[in-house]
């Protein structure tokens, strides 16, 4: 019989899995963007250098090598702002949760305060009247993660949701109208927020600046946007990266309470 070269033990099958399952990860951030060109060149050049160390090829692998050495400063470099999603996912609440590492594997809830309802109807209502008169929103509303480094963006109110409130602030001569409010435990914690936009090459090309805002706070978080377009007065409404467009009052309702169990 032939030896054995390779001898392959459970903690070699773990590694894979793991890597396996990072580098998914890693693709599932990047998907669509100009950089996963750029993560399958890389992926491409480590294969290749395995390779040739696998072959004993000392001169073209001592060459390769180093690039391999100072390909971790690269990385960095290129891929900076995608290093930043990546752990902005990794320290959310949702990455334990049902639908990333398994449904229902992690399913339990980070924060112990009681939650106040979220009042429904006056987001709806506020929608509704922003819709009529093409006044331009964004709307924020929370779940697991509170998202304190966005609301430290923006400018501070503490106030109880209102269809008055929301309607003031989005009001086109209001000073807090430009950017976004976020909405946690039913209170408007913040105005005027600056979020991070997609990054999408497919992304629609005639949606504005809202509607990037609100697919790219929702594509690693588990927060839930509401846009209404200054230019149509279409009401969008965004959850896992994904944009529902030209939502009634009575399906806006049905996607908010099914996302807050109302």
């Known amino acids: 019989m032939l030896p054995l070269f390779i001898k392959i033990q459970l903690i070699d099958v773990v590694d894979i899995l793991l890597v396996a399952v990072l580098i998914y990860q890693l693709y599932y951030l990047i ?3 100009v950089a996963v060109n750029i993560f399958i060149g890389i992926l ?5 250098w395995i390779i040739v160390k696998a072959l004993n090829m000392q001169l073209f692998g001592s060459i390769l090598g ?10 960095l470099i290129v891929f900076q702002q995608e290093l930043r999603r990546f752990l902005l996912f990794i320290g959310t609440t949702e990455f334990f949760s049902k639908g990333k590492l398994g449904k229902g594997l992690f399913d339990f809830k980070w924060q112990v305060n009681a939650q106040v309802s979220l009042d429904i109807n006056a ?3 506020a929608c509704k009247h922003m819709s009529e008169t093409k006044t331009g929103a964004i709307i924020i509303i929370t779940k697991n993660n509170d998202l304190k480094f966005y609301a430290n963006t923006g400018d501070t109110i503490d106030a109880k949701v209102s269809v008055r409130m929301i309607e003031s602030i989005f009001y086109k001569n209001s000073p807090l109208h430009d950017g976004a409010i976020i909405i946690s435990n039913n209170t408007i914690v913040a105005a005027r927020c600056v979020l991070p936009v997609t990054e999408n090459a497919d992304f629609p090309a005639h949606l504005g600046m809202r509607h990037r805002a609100a697919v790219g706070i929702t ?3 588990d927060a839930i946007a509401i846009v209404v377009s200054e230019q149509t007065g279409e009401i969008s409404f965004s959850k896992e990266g994904e944009l529902k467009h030209t939502l009634t009052q009575e399906r806006l309702k049905e996607l908010l309470e099914k996302e807050f169990n109302q």
């Open 44 to 48: 491409l050049f480590y294969l290749l």
């Open 123 to 125: 987001i709806i209502k």
């Open 219 to 221: 594509e690693n978080t």
């Open 66 to 75: 180093k690039f391999i050495d100072v390909g971790f400063i690269a990385l």
């Open 31 to 33: 998907k669509g963007t």
